[in-house]
């Protein structure tokens, strides 16, 4: 399937040939082009809030940039598209739907995963963290942006935060840090 995404020709087949992120009680089903018009209705719509997965404060200027990018390099496929769960709950892309609702785009190549249990705070944040780890077109995380996963995480429940090492699996095993250094971690 076909759409002219921000004046470029996008085949959802083109995005095949990128790695599937693993993401933790999810599995990988399609891609797909999702409608967006509701949050064009709704530019505030709790969808695209960050979920505790990174600071809000600074969406509205990364998202002018980021429409700038798209508007004069056009969409480009060499990155993963935001995800999505089979009920059309976004779980990454905050930014580039954004950018997408302001330039009044319908339509957004996304890619649909199967969740245990899509409206799990916890795994939303999880999910967020690992999704936004991959190097695409949005910004990745930053420390700050890891203090306000855990942060989240801990006011969830995910762990107990008194328990040192259960923090550090947490943060190894579900955030799939492994390659944070011990001092980032600690």
Excluded: W
Excluded at 36 to 61: A, F, T
Excluded at 80 to 96: C, M
Excluded at 126 to 153: C, H, M, R, W
């Amino acid at each position: 399937m076909q759409k002219m995404i921000l004046g470029t020709n996008v085949s959802l087949s083109e995005f095949d040939k990128l790695p599937k992120p693993k993401i933790p009680n999810a599995t990988f089903s399609h891609f797909e082009f999702v409608n967006i018009q509701k949050y064009i209705d709704n530019p505030s719509h709790e969808d695209l809030q960050q979920d505790g997965v990174r600071d809000g404060n600074n969406n509205e200027l990364e998202t002018e940039d980021l429409k700038q990018g798209l508007t004069q390099d056009g969409y480009k496929t060499i990155y993963f598209p935001p995800v999505f769960t089979q009920n059309h709950k976004r779980r990454n892309g905050t930014r580039r739907i954004s950018s997408f609702v302001e330039l009044n785009e319908k339509f957004i190549p996304a890619a649909i995963y199967n969740f245990e249990d899509e409206d799990c705070k916890i795994s939303k944040i999880v999910s967020g963290s690992i999704l936004n780890e991959q190097k695409d077109s949005s910004k990745p995380n930053t420390f700050e942006s890891y203090k306000i996963q855990l942060s989240a995480l801990v006011k969830e429940e995910a762990f107990d935060k008194n328990n040192k090492d259960e923090v550090r699996t947490f943060i190894r095993d579900n955030l799939q840090l492994g390659h944070k250094s011990t001092k980032t971690i600690n």
